[in-house]
């Protein structure tokens, strides 16, 4: 398992953009979460599955919803596991 965070910036709040990311994640069979910043600059996300399921993640992220207009994708590894089995939205 591999685990990651990124940060979505652009257009990603209050265009259902969590509520995609989350289905999607769920679809790949990623476990994580991911939250707006309070700031309102972007969607922070983590992330944790198999190699090619986070690669298909990261090609995914760039589109987002139908609404939402990403302008960039910053990925970073991370060297622990979250112990988690399903994705969520968190506040």
Same mark, same amino acid.
């Given at each position: 398992? =591999?685990?990651?965070? @990124?940060? #979505?910036? /652009?257009? &990603? $709040?209050? #265009? +259902? =953009?969590? =509520?995609?990311?989350? +289905? ?7 476990? !994580? ?6 700031? !309102?600059? +972007? #969607?922070?996300? @983590? +992330?944790? /599955? ?8 990261? $090609?995914?992220?760039? @589109? !987002?919803?139908?609404?939402? *207009? &990403?302008? !960039? &994708? *910053? *990925? @970073? ?9 399903? =994705?969520?939205? &968190?506040?």
């Amino acid at each position: 398992m =591999f685990s990651r965070r @990124y940060l #979505v910036t /652009g257009r &990603v $709040q209050g #265009v +259902a =953009f969590r =509520f995609y990311t989350r +289905a999607e994640a769920r679809r790949l069979n990623i476990a !994580g979460w991911c939250r707006n910043l309070d700031n !309102g600059s +972007a #969607v922070e996300i @983590y +992330a944790q /599955g198999s190699h090619e399921s986070l690669l298909l993640f990261e $090609q995914w992220l760039p @589109y !987002g919803s139908p609404a939402s *207009k &990403v302008s !960039g &994708v *910053k *990925k @970073y590894d991370l060297s622990h596991d979250m112990n988690g089995d399903t =994705f969520e939205i &968190v506040s």
